[in-house]
C-alpha cells in the first residue's frame, strides 16, 4: 500500500462525516456517520500496518469543500472518496486490503443506490436561522464563531489523540486518548448538526504536522488542560449570553462534558511524570 | 460594503479560508508568534522577480487569526514586493484602531508576512538561512480572561 491511500482514506471519511451531517434524512444520515467511522477504523488501520511497516504518512490533507445542493449530490460526493479509495487499494494488491474493499464496495453500492434523491441540501445556505427561527445578533455572533471554532478544535484533537495513541507505551494513557476520541468525535457531531441547522457547514481546515506532531506529551497535556478551562469558561458564558433554551442547556452539558475531559488528561498527565 | 455583506464575506472566509496549508518549494518562509500564549501563523511565499506569484499560510490560533489570513492572503497575492509592504504597513497602522484581541490576530498574520521577507532578504546571501520568527507587541486579552476564568 502506498502512502497517498491514506490521506485518500483520511479525505473519504471527512467526506461521509460531513455528508451524514449534512442530510435532512436523519436515518440515512446515521447510517452514514456509522460507514464514516469504519472508514476511520479503516484509516487507523492502515496507520498502524504503517507504522509496522516502516512507512511515512500523514495527517496533512487537501482542502475540502462542500459542495451539493442536494441528497443524490450528497451522495455522489461520499461515493467519490470510496471509489478513490478503492482505486488506490486494488492498485496496491495488498492482500491485507481485501477486508477494507469488501467493506467499502458494500458502502459504495449502498451510495450508489441514493444518487438520485432529490431533496435539497439547506447545511450550507447561510440562513443564519435556527430552524427558521432568527436568533439575538448578539447570540448568533457568538453562537456562529464558537462553532467555527470548537468544530476545528473538536477535529484537531481527534487528529492529535490518533497520532498520540501511535507514540505513547502506557496502555491506560492509550485507553484515555481513546476516550478522548470518542469525546471530541461526539463533540464534532453535536456542532456540526448545529452548523447544518444554521446553514453554516463546513469540513474544518486540515492539523499540520507542526500542531499533531507535539515535541513533548506533558507540554501537551498541560496545555490541553488549560484549553479545556477555556472551553469550559467559553460554554458557561454562551449558556448565559443565548436567549434559547435548547441552546443554554446544550452548552451547560458541553461545560459539565469538559470537567471529565480535564480529569482524564490530568491522570493521563501523572502516568507520564 | 454594508454590514450584511461584511457578514456574509467573514461566514465566507470562516467556511472556506484561502490560500490556507503549506506551499511547495516556496523560496521564503516566515513566523509570527504571539509569546503570550503560543499561538502562531506561518507564512509560505513563492516571490518571481519582484512579485508575489504565490502565497499560503498555516495558523496555530484562534478563528479571527484564520480571518485575517485568509483576507490577507488574498489580497497580497499579485501584487508587487513594494505593494506588499506598504499594504502591510497600512493593515498595522489600522491594529493600532482595533480591540487588543483582534489587534493581536492581523499582527500576527503581518508579522509573519514580514518574518518571510526578512527571509526572502536573508536567503539571498545565505540560501540556508533559518526561518525567522517575529513575536508580536499586542496582548490577547480575551484569551487571557477566559484563561484566568
Given amino acids: 500500500m502506498a502512502e497517498r491511500v491514506f490521506t485518500t482514506m483520511h479525505e473519504g471519511w471527512l467526506r461521509l462525516l460531513f455528508t451524514s451531517f449534512a442530510v435532512r434524512d436523519r436515518e440515512w444520515g446515521e447510517r452514514l456517520y456509522d460507514y464514516s467511522e469504519i472508514l476511520y477504523r479503516h484509516m487507523r488501520f492502515v496507520e498502524e500496518l504503517f507504522v509496522k511497516r516502516g512507512i511515512e504518512y500523514s495527517y496533512e490533507r487537501p482542502a475540502l469543500t462542500l459542495e451539493f445542493e442536494n441528497e443524490g449530490e450528497a451522495a455522489r460526493f461520499s461515493l467519490v472518496g470510496v471509489e478513490r479509495i478503492l482505486d488506490q487499494l486494488n492498485e496496491s494488491k495488498d492482500p491485507l486490503a481485501s477486508r477494507i474493499i469488501h467493506d467499502l464496495r458494500y458502502i459504495a453500492s449502498q451510495l450508489s443506490r441514493n444518487l438520485g434523491k432529490e431533496e435539497p441540501i439547506t447545511a450550507f445556505d447561510k440562513s443564519l436561522k435556527l430552524d427558521g427561527v432568527d436568533l439575538d445578533k448578539e447570540s448568533l455572533d457568538a453562537l456562529v464563531l464558537f462553532l467555527f471554532e470548537e468544530s476545528y478544535k473538536e477535529y484537531e484533537l481527534i487528529i492529535i489523540y490518533s497520532y498520540a495513541q501511535r507514540v505513547v507505551d502506557s496502555k491506560r494513557v492509550f485507553e484515555i486518548f481513546q476516550i478522548l476520541i470518542d469525546e471530541s468525535k461526539f463533540h464534532l457531531k453535536s456542532f456540526a448538526h448545529l452548523m447544518a441547522r444554521l446553514g453554516i457547514l463546513a469540513v474544518p481546515r486540515m492539523v499540520t504536522q507542526e500542531i499533531y506532531r507535539f515535541d513533548s506529551l506533558k507540554r501537551f497535556l498541560e496545555d490541553g488542560i488549560e484549553e479545556e478551562k477555556g472551553a469550559k469558561e467559553q460554554c458557561r458564558a454562551l449558556a448565559e449570553a443565548v436567549k434559547n433554551d435548547e441552546l443554554r442547556d446544550f452548552f451547560n452539558f458541553i461545560n459539565f462534558q469538559e470537567d471529565y475531559h480535564i480529569t482524564l488528561m490530568k491522570e493521563a498527565l501523572e502516568i507520564i511524570e | ?149
Fill in chain 2, 1 to 149: 460594503m454594508d454590514s450584511k455583506e461584511l457578514y456574509d464575506t467573514t461566514i465566507d472566509h470562516m467556511i472556506n479560508p484561502r490560500n490556507y496549508g503549506k506551499l511547495e518549494s516556496p523560496n521564503a518562509v516566515g513566523i509570527g508568534k504571539n509569546p503570550q500564549n503560543g499561538e502562531m501563523v506561518i507564512i509560505y511565499l513563492k516571490i518571481d522577480g519582484n512579485m508575489i506569484e504565490n502565497i499560503r499560510f498555516q495558523a496555530k490560533a484562534c478563528m479571527t487569526t484564520v480571518i485575517a489570513g485568509s483576507i490577507f492572503t488574498e489580497t497580497i497575492k499579485g501584487v508587487t514586493l513594494e505593494e506588499s509592504k506598504e499594504l502591510t504597513s497600512l493593515m498595522l497602522k489600522k491594529v493600532e484602531m482595533m480591540p487588543p484581541e483582534e489587534a493581536a490576530c492581523t499582527e500576527l498574520v503581518a508579522e509573519a508576512f514580514f518574518a518571510a521577507l526578512d527571509h526572502y532578504e536573508a536567503k539571498k546571501t545565505d540560501p540556508h538561512a533559518p526561518v525567522p520568527t517575529r513575536m508580536i507587541a499586542n496582548r490577547c486579552i480575551e484569551e487571557t480572561e477566559v484563561k484566568n476564568g
